[in-house]
């Protein structure tokens, strides 16, 4: 993060520090499913001490979404039935959209900022499922698909005329957000993030996902799942990030994903399923 001046990261420190406080327990269950030995019934004992958390991922689990035979009246049983992945990305998704603010001064439209990082979050995860099992827990393209563009709230709420300005530059140019950050801000949403990820005490490799998604020398098989699904949820228009898709993009990974971000869309399945997925989620 060589590119923050004292200045600017002075103020961004003291809009980061504005930010509330991410829950303790959600960041308990992550540090716990690090470990792949880790007992579930340990991460479903500090779910469990969190009630609000817990009634929101039984609302979720009982929905006709999953269609489950019989009730959930447990989060062990959650676990038996989703998985303890699934589980745990609810609780981080609830956690995520606890912290974000009803409006911004910026303009920046909260709902559908939420509809857009809950289908990357989806698509991600689809896409290490079939393109890069090997390589990494599909989970993880989950929680870095979510939290991506977080960046873009701490700009929202505490620097809105930059963030609306950029914005606006951004439309009438026909240029991507994050270029337009960097010429008015100082720096893009990337690498606030990033500074909120730290703050937030998240996984090393989840904040440099977070700071690097928008830079085009760093690459592993996370950033090429997080940056098409990006593309593809911008190229379907779904929710908005407010960087909307460009007709002169092109694919971002096709060392990965080949050129044809239609075709990969085709051998991921339809996005309806994700999508209706990410709706019931932003309903509750």
Same mark, same amino acid.
């Given at each position: 993060?060589s590119?923050?001046?004292?200045?600017?990261?002075?103020?961004? $420190?003291?809009?980061?520090?504005?930010?509330?406080?991410?829950?303790?327990?959600?960041?308990?269950?992550?540090?716990?499913?690090?470990?792949?030995? =880790?007992?579930?019934?340990?991460? %479903?004992?500090?779910?469990?001490?969190?009630?609000?958390?817990?009634?929101?991922?039984?609302?979720v689990?009982n929905?006709?979404?999953? *269609?489950?035979?019989?009730?959930i009246t447990?989060? $062990?049983?959650?676990?038996?039935?989703?998985?303890?992945?699934?589980?745990?990305?609810?609780?981080?998704?609830?956690?995520?959209?606890?912290?974000?603010?009803?409006?911004?001064?910026a $303009?920046?439209?909260?709902?559908?900022?939420?509809?857009? *990082?809950? %289908?990357?979050? +989806?698509?991600?995860?689809?896409l290490?499922?079939?393109?890069?099992? /090997?390589?990494?827990?599909?989970? !993880? =393209?989950?929680?870095? +698909?979510?939290? &991506?563009?977080?960046?873009?709230?701490?700009?929202?709420?505490?620097?809105?005329?930059?963030?609306?300005?950029?914005?606006?530059? *951004?439309?009438?140019?026909?240029?991507?957000?994050?270029?337009?950050?960097?010429?008015?801000?100082? %720096? /893009?949403?990337?690498v606030?993030?990033?500074?909120?990820?730290?703050?937030?005490?998240?996984?090393?490799?989840?904040?440099? *996902?977070?700071? !690097? &998604? &928008?830079?085009?020398?760093? &690459?592993?098989?996370l950033?090429? =799942?997080?940056?098409?699904? !990006?593309?593809?949820?911008?190229?379907?228009?779904?929710?908005?990030? +407010?960087?909307?898709?460009?007709?002169?993009?092109?694919?971002?990974?096709?060392?990965?994903?080949?050129?044809?971000? !239609?075709?990969?869309?085709?051998?991921? $399945?339809?996005?309806?399923?994700?999508? /209706?997925?990410?709706?019931?989620?932003?309903?509750?």
């Amino acid at each position: 993060m060589s590119e923050l001046t004292p200045e600017l990261e002075r103020k961004l $420190g003291q809009a980061v520090e504005r930010m509330p406080a991410f829950p303790r327990s959600v960041q308990r269950v992550l540090e716990l499913t690090r470990n792949i030995n =880790c007992p579930p019934k340990e991460i %479903v004992g500090v779910i469990e001490k969190d009630p609000v958390m817990t009634m929101k991922i039984f609302k979720v689990i009982n929905s006709a979404y999953y *269609s489950l035979p019989n009730k959930i009246t447990s989060v $062990g049983q959650s676990v038996v039935y989703l998985g303890i992945n699934t589980v745990k990305n609810l609780a981080l998704g609830f956690a995520a959209v606890g912290i974000l603010p009803r409006t911004t001064a910026a $303009g920046f439209d909260i709902q559908r900022y939420l509809l857009h *990082s809950l %289908v990357v979050a +989806g698509v991600a995860r689809q896409l290490g499922q079939t393109y890069a099992r /090997d390589e990494l827990e599909p989970g !993880d =393209c989950y929680v870095a +698909g979510l939290l &991506h563009d977080f960046g873009k709230i701490v700009l929202a709420q505490f620097l809105p005329a930059e963030f609306s300005e950029a914005m606006r530059l *951004s439309a009438e140019r026909g240029r991507p957000l994050h270029e337009m950050e960097v010429q008015v801000v100082g %720096v /893009d949403h990337g690498v606030v993030g990033a500074l909120l990820a730290q703050r937030w005490t998240f996984p090393v490799e989840l904040v440099e *996902s977070i700071r !690097d &998604h &928008h830079n085009p020398r760093v &690459h592993s098989a996370l950033l090429d =799942c997080l940056r098409t699904a !990006d593309q593809i949820v911008r190229l379907r228009g779904i929710g908005d990030s +407010g960087n909307p898709w460009r007709d002169n993009e092109t694919p971002l990974a096709p060392e990965r994903f080949g050129d044809d971000l !239609d075709a990969v869309i085709t051998r991921i $399945g339809t996005l309806d399923k994700i999508v /209706d997925e990410a709706m019931v989620f932003a309903q509750v």
